[in-house]
């Protein structure tokens, strides 16, 4: 069972920076895609962005797209999300998963079965 855990959420103005990160346990860090998903009050939980386990490839919601980037360093177990240009709309916890299938794709939930504990990003003025 791996553990995730989270870190670097809080509060910032809107148009400001945050980078998250998320240190995995175990040895296989590198074996696996990793992705970012959020869910703010009262919605359901969404995907944000995913990575493969080399990092090569990589893939964003729209709503993201151009202003949040994902990446991974496998020597440290962890994965980032570098979140710029910040909106009250990205207000949400931010979570960590694993991707576990393969027979879903990179930004389905159905995909990740392992799930961090969840960070607060609060974007307001």
């Known amino acids: 069972q791996v553990l995730l855990e989270e870190h670097g959420g809080g509060l910032v103005r809107p148009g400001g920076s945050l980078r998250l990160s998320c240190v995995a346990s175990?040895?296989?860090?590198?074996?696996?895609?990793m992705g970012w998903f959020r869910q703010a009050p009262g919605e359901d939980r969404e995907f944000v962005a995913s990575?493969?386990?080399?990092?090569?490839?990589?893939y964003y919601s729209q709503s993201v797209r151009g202003r949040f980037a994902i990446s991974r360093d496998n020597a440290q177990n962890t994965v980032y999300l570098q979140m710029n240009s910040l909106k009250p709309e990205d207000t949400a916890v931010y979570y960590c998963?694993?991707?576990?299938?393969?027979?879903?794709?990179?930004?389905?939930?159905?995909?990740?079965?392992?799930w961090g504990q969840g960070t607060q990003v609060t974007v307001s003025s």
């Open positions: 998963a694993r991707r576990d299938r393969s027979d879903y794709d990179m930004i389905s939930q159905l995909s990740f079965g392992s």
């Open positions: 175990g040895r296989t860090f590198s074996t696996y895609a």
């Open positions: 990575i493969s386990g080399s990092g090569v490839d990589t």
